[in-house]
């Protein structure tokens, strides 16, 4: 029997939590096609309940290099996290990372910490010091002020694929249970929330430093799209 991918788990583990309806306004990246006409790719993105956006993206922008995001962006509504991972994986190596992303300013939120984030303290502890992962913070300033303190970027040799999937399937887990269990915001924190998440999603399309990467191997148009569907 053929190995589920990664990306089916997900889509599967997410849509038995809630009813999933396809987003239309992006079937012209059903198939990714490069301006010289290659596919490379395909993007999908759902949206359902307290979820605005939940998308998958995969493609492959150069020989042996195979790349995966997944990102359950939830309404403004609601004081949830975004889980997002990126997922590289390279003929003997993977290189990921994976978080949830903070709706508000953890800083003042300890009580959001104690009831939601503790549940990441022993998986995040145990992946940081298992062997066959090599941990590190991000070099990146803006992603460092904007991810929980439970970020996880690591490489792995590609035979330890298994002991990455489950690490993200953890960090999935952990949001849907915020999913099913966080009520609705005050229209003043929502309107906090929202300022967040839109400034964030611009600093990002800004300066992702792969984005020059994409755009060698798929113009700037296709890449600027990209870019709006993953965020």
Do not use: C
């Amino acid at each position: 029997m053929a190995e589920e991918k990664l990306t089916d788990q997900i889509y599967e583990k997410v849509a038995h939590r809630t009813t999933l309806t396809p987003l239309t306004e992006y079937e012209d990246l059903k198939t990714i096609v490069t301006p010289d006409g290659r596919e490379v790719g395909r993007f999908r993105a759902f949206m359902g309940g307290k979820i605005e956006k939940f998308s998958i993206a995969e493609f492959s922008h150069a020989p042996s290099m195979n790349y995966t995001n997944a990102s359950l962006k939830p309404t403004a509504r609601y004081n949830i996290p975004r889980f997002s991972f990126n997922y590289m994986e390279m003929k003997n190596k993977i290189q990921f990372d994976v978080d949830l992303y903070p709706a508000v300013d953890l800083a003042i939120r300890q009580d959001y910490i104690d009831k939601y984030y503790e549940q990441l303290t022993n998986i995040y502890l145990q992946a940081k010091d298992a062997p066959y992962f090599t941990w590190r913070l991000s070099d990146r300033s803006w992603v460092r002020v904007s991810a929980s303190p439970y970020f996880f970027m690591s490489s792995a040799d590609i035979t330890q694929k298994d002991k990455v999937h489950n690490l993200l399937h953890a960090y999935l887990d952990v949001e849907l249970k915020i999913l099913a269990e966080e009520q609705e915001a005050s229209d003043e924190e929502a309107a906090r929330i929202e300022y967040r998440i839109n400034y964030f999603r611009e600093i990002l399309l800004e300066r992702e430093p792969e984005r020059h990467m994409l755009e060698k191997a798929f113009g700037k148009e296709l890449t600027q799209r990209l870019g709006e569907a993953m965020t």
